[in-house]
Protein backbone atom coordinates (compact mmCIF):
# COMPACT_ATOMS: atom_id res chain seq x y z
CA UNK A 1 0.00 0.00 0.00
CA UNK A 2 1.59 3.16 -1.40
CA UNK A 3 1.86 5.85 1.17
CA UNK A 4 1.32 9.62 1.10
CA UNK A 5 3.46 11.35 -1.73
CA UNK A 6 4.83 14.64 -1.58
CA UNK A 7 6.37 16.76 -4.32
CA UNK A 8 8.66 18.44 -4.59
CA UNK A 9 10.79 17.53 -2.19
CA UNK A 10 12.88 20.33 -2.43
CA UNK A 11 12.27 23.92 -3.89
CA UNK A 12 13.93 26.80 -3.88
CA UNK A 13 12.28 29.89 -4.81
CA UNK A 14 12.70 33.84 -4.85
CA UNK A 15 11.40 36.84 -2.56
CA UNK A 16 7.82 37.19 -4.06
CA UNK A 17 7.29 34.32 -6.44
CA UNK A 18 4.10 31.71 -5.75
CA UNK A 19 4.78 27.88 -5.44
CA UNK A 20 2.40 25.18 -5.57
CA UNK A 21 3.00 21.68 -3.38
CA UNK A 22 1.21 18.54 -4.22
CA UNK A 23 -0.21 15.55 -1.80
CA UNK A 24 -1.00 12.69 -3.39
CA UNK A 25 -3.03 10.60 0.05
CA UNK A 26 -3.28 6.97 0.97
CA UNK A 27 -5.38 4.99 -1.78
CA UNK A 28 -8.77 5.29 -0.11
CA UNK A 29 -8.18 8.89 2.21
CA UNK A 30 -10.23 11.23 1.80
CA UNK A 31 -9.04 13.94 3.82
CA UNK A 32 -5.99 15.69 3.40
CA UNK A 33 -4.31 18.08 6.01
CA UNK A 34 -1.34 20.43 5.69
CA UNK A 35 1.48 21.39 8.59
CA UNK A 36 3.89 23.95 8.33
CA UNK A 37 7.15 22.87 10.76
CA UNK A 38 9.66 25.92 10.99
CA UNK A 39 12.87 26.09 13.62
CA UNK A 40 11.09 28.39 15.68
CA UNK A 41 7.24 28.03 15.55
CA UNK A 42 7.32 24.13 15.22
CA UNK A 43 4.70 22.02 13.27
CA UNK A 44 1.65 24.40 12.76
CA UNK A 45 -1.61 23.36 11.41
CA UNK A 46 -2.75 24.91 7.77
CA UNK A 47 -5.59 23.50 6.72
CA UNK A 48 -7.74 20.51 6.21
CA UNK A 49 -9.77 19.36 2.98
CA UNK A 50 -12.20 16.18 3.02
CA UNK A 51 -13.97 15.21 -0.04
CA UNK A 52 -13.02 18.74 -2.05
CA UNK A 53 -14.32 21.15 0.84
CA UNK A 54 -12.12 22.93 3.21
CA UNK A 55 -13.19 22.39 6.74
CA UNK A 56 -11.09 23.84 9.08
CA UNK A 57 -7.90 26.37 8.58
CA UNK A 58 -5.52 27.20 11.16
CA UNK A 59 -4.32 30.75 11.81
CA UNK A 60 -2.47 31.75 8.57
CA UNK A 61 -2.54 34.64 5.82
CA UNK A 62 -4.58 34.41 3.15
CA UNK A 63 -1.37 34.03 0.68
CA UNK A 64 -1.92 30.16 1.71
CA UNK A 65 -4.36 28.08 -0.14
CA UNK A 66 -5.44 25.11 -0.57
CA UNK A 67 -7.79 23.02 -3.15
CA UNK A 68 -8.23 19.40 -3.30
CA UNK A 69 -9.48 17.05 -5.99
CA UNK A 70 -12.13 14.39 -7.16
CA UNK A 71 -9.23 11.53 -6.82
CA UNK A 72 -8.69 13.18 -3.15
CA UNK A 73 -4.71 14.74 -4.23
CA UNK A 74 -4.59 17.98 -2.66
CA UNK A 75 -2.36 21.07 -3.43
CA UNK A 76 -1.26 23.97 -1.44
CA UNK A 77 -0.58 27.41 -2.58
CA UNK A 78 1.76 30.34 -1.44
CA UNK A 79 1.97 33.68 -2.86
CA UNK A 80 3.87 36.38 -3.02
CA UNK A 81 6.80 34.09 -1.12
CA UNK A 82 8.32 36.00 1.77
CA UNK A 83 11.55 34.70 3.83
CA UNK A 84 9.92 33.44 6.57
CA UNK A 85 7.67 30.73 4.31
CA UNK A 86 10.49 28.45 4.39
CA UNK A 87 9.74 25.72 6.13
CA UNK A 88 9.18 21.69 5.74
CA UNK A 89 5.75 21.64 4.53
CA UNK A 90 4.04 18.36 5.67
CA UNK A 91 0.85 16.62 4.32
CA UNK A 92 -0.96 14.19 6.20
CA UNK A 93 -4.03 12.07 5.12
CA UNK A 94 -6.84 9.75 6.84
CA UNK A 95 -9.99 8.28 5.99
CA UNK A 96 -12.58 10.13 8.15
CA UNK A 97 -10.55 13.63 8.30
CA UNK A 98 -10.54 13.35 11.99
CA UNK A 99 -6.85 13.04 13.69
CA UNK A 100 -7.68 11.78 16.19
CA UNK A 101 -8.56 8.59 14.34
CA UNK A 102 -4.88 8.62 12.77
CA UNK A 103 -3.02 10.85 10.14
CA UNK A 104 -0.26 9.14 7.82
CA UNK A 105 2.11 12.13 7.25
CA UNK A 106 4.26 12.14 3.97
CA UNK A 107 8.25 12.92 4.45
CA UNK A 108 7.44 16.44 3.16
CA UNK A 109 8.61 19.15 0.77
CA UNK A 110 11.01 21.41 1.94
CA UNK A 111 10.90 25.23 0.44
CA UNK A 112 13.53 27.48 1.02
CA UNK A 113 13.01 31.32 -0.24
CA UNK A 114 16.00 33.41 -1.00
CA UNK B 1 -7.30 26.54 23.20
CA UNK B 2 -5.07 23.66 23.68
CA UNK B 3 -1.51 23.50 24.07
CA UNK B 4 1.53 21.26 24.98
CA UNK B 5 4.67 21.51 26.46
CA UNK B 6 7.66 19.45 25.76
CA UNK B 7 10.08 20.49 28.86
CA UNK B 8 13.20 19.11 27.45
CA UNK B 9 14.49 20.36 23.96
CA UNK B 10 17.33 18.06 23.73
CA UNK B 11 17.78 14.07 26.00
CA UNK B 12 20.91 12.39 25.88
CA UNK B 13 20.83 8.96 27.33
CA UNK B 14 22.80 5.88 26.85
CA UNK B 15 22.40 3.12 24.37
CA UNK B 16 20.81 0.45 26.63
CA UNK B 17 19.61 2.44 29.24
CA UNK B 18 16.10 3.33 29.84
CA UNK B 19 14.06 6.85 28.25
CA UNK B 20 10.92 8.89 29.63
CA UNK B 21 10.15 11.91 27.42
CA UNK B 22 8.10 14.55 29.23
CA UNK B 23 5.05 15.71 27.96
CA UNK B 24 2.22 18.43 29.64
CA UNK B 25 -1.14 19.53 27.76
CA UNK B 26 -3.93 22.05 28.36
CA UNK B 27 -7.39 21.14 27.14
CA UNK B 28 -10.68 21.70 29.31
CA UNK B 29 -11.70 18.33 28.56
CA UNK B 30 -10.57 14.68 28.23
CA UNK B 31 -7.90 15.40 25.35
CA UNK B 32 -6.80 13.10 22.53
CA UNK B 33 -3.00 12.45 23.03
CA UNK B 34 -0.16 11.08 20.65
CA UNK B 35 3.64 10.78 20.34
CA UNK B 36 4.89 11.27 17.02
CA UNK B 37 8.63 10.75 15.87
CA UNK B 38 10.16 12.51 13.35
CA UNK B 39 14.09 11.37 11.69
CA UNK B 40 15.73 13.87 9.77
CA UNK B 41 14.56 14.69 6.53
CA UNK B 42 11.40 12.35 7.33
CA UNK B 43 7.57 13.19 8.19
CA UNK B 44 6.34 12.03 11.15
CA UNK B 45 5.26 8.61 11.98
CA UNK B 46 3.06 7.89 14.74
CA UNK B 47 4.00 6.26 17.82
CA UNK B 48 0.80 5.45 20.11
CA UNK B 49 -2.24 7.45 20.52
CA UNK B 50 -4.28 7.57 23.75
CA UNK B 51 -8.48 8.25 23.68
CA UNK B 52 -9.76 6.72 26.63
CA UNK B 53 -9.76 4.09 29.01
CA UNK B 54 -6.43 2.47 29.91
CA UNK B 55 -3.87 4.86 30.94
CA UNK B 56 -1.03 3.03 29.83
CA UNK B 57 -0.65 2.58 26.11
CA UNK B 58 1.65 0.57 24.40
CA UNK B 59 2.97 1.64 21.41
CA UNK B 60 5.21 0.55 18.65
CA UNK B 61 9.31 0.49 18.35
CA UNK B 62 8.84 -0.70 22.50
CA UNK B 63 7.35 2.46 23.62
CA UNK B 64 4.74 3.35 25.81
CA UNK B 65 2.84 6.29 27.74
CA UNK B 66 0.93 7.23 30.18
CA UNK B 67 -1.60 9.47 30.64
CA UNK B 68 -2.03 11.04 34.18
CA UNK B 69 -4.95 13.19 34.08
CA UNK B 70 -4.22 15.45 37.52
CA UNK B 71 -0.75 15.92 35.92
CA UNK B 72 -2.10 16.70 32.65
CA UNK B 73 1.06 14.43 31.38
CA UNK B 74 1.29 12.31 29.13
CA UNK B 75 5.24 10.79 29.68
CA UNK B 76 6.39 8.69 26.59
CA UNK B 77 8.93 5.64 28.25
CA UNK B 78 10.98 2.86 26.71
CA UNK B 79 12.88 0.51 28.90
CA UNK B 80 15.92 0.30 26.70
CA UNK B 81 17.11 2.58 24.08
CA UNK B 82 18.25 1.96 20.63
CA UNK B 83 21.40 3.80 18.64
CA UNK B 84 18.09 3.66 15.99
CA UNK B 85 16.39 5.92 18.37
CA UNK B 86 17.59 8.90 17.78
CA UNK B 87 15.14 11.49 16.60
CA UNK B 88 13.01 14.21 17.41
CA UNK B 89 9.69 13.08 19.36
CA UNK B 90 6.68 15.24 19.42
CA UNK B 91 3.85 15.31 21.94
CA UNK B 92 1.01 16.32 20.48
CA UNK B 93 -2.82 16.93 21.19
CA UNK B 94 -6.12 17.11 19.62
CA UNK B 95 -9.83 18.43 20.32
CA UNK B 96 -12.65 16.17 21.11
CA UNK B 97 -14.79 14.21 18.29
CA UNK B 98 -12.90 14.93 14.91
CA UNK B 99 -10.17 16.97 15.37
CA UNK B 100 -11.58 20.28 15.98
CA UNK B 101 -10.88 23.31 14.15
CA UNK B 102 -7.43 23.53 14.80
CA UNK B 103 -5.80 20.01 13.78
CA UNK B 104 -3.39 18.21 16.16
CA UNK B 105 -1.63 20.99 18.26
CA UNK B 106 1.96 19.85 18.54
CA UNK B 107 4.77 20.67 21.26
CA UNK B 108 8.53 21.84 20.26
CA UNK B 109 9.64 18.74 20.35
CA UNK B 110 12.64 16.81 22.22
CA UNK B 111 15.82 15.84 20.55
CA UNK B 112 17.02 12.49 21.66
CA UNK B 113 20.55 11.78 21.20
CA UNK B 114 21.88 8.50 22.00
CA UNK B 115 25.49 7.84 23.18
CA UNK B 116 27.52 4.59 22.55
Known amino acids: KAGVTQTPRYLIKTRGQQVTLSCSPI?????VSWYQQTPGQGLQFLFE???????NKGNFPGRFSGRQFSNSRSEMNVSTLELGDSALYLC?????????????FGSGTRLTVV | AQSVTQPDIHITVSEGASLELRCNYSYGATPYLFWYVQSPGQGLQLLLK??????LVQGIKGFEAEFKRSQSSFNLRKPSVHWSDAAEYFCAVGAGSGGGADGLTFGKGTHLIIQP
Open chain 1, 92 to 104: ASSTTGAPNYGYT
Open chain 1, 49 to 55: YFSETQR
Open chain 2, 50 to 55: YFSGDT
Open chain 1, 27 to 31: SGHRS
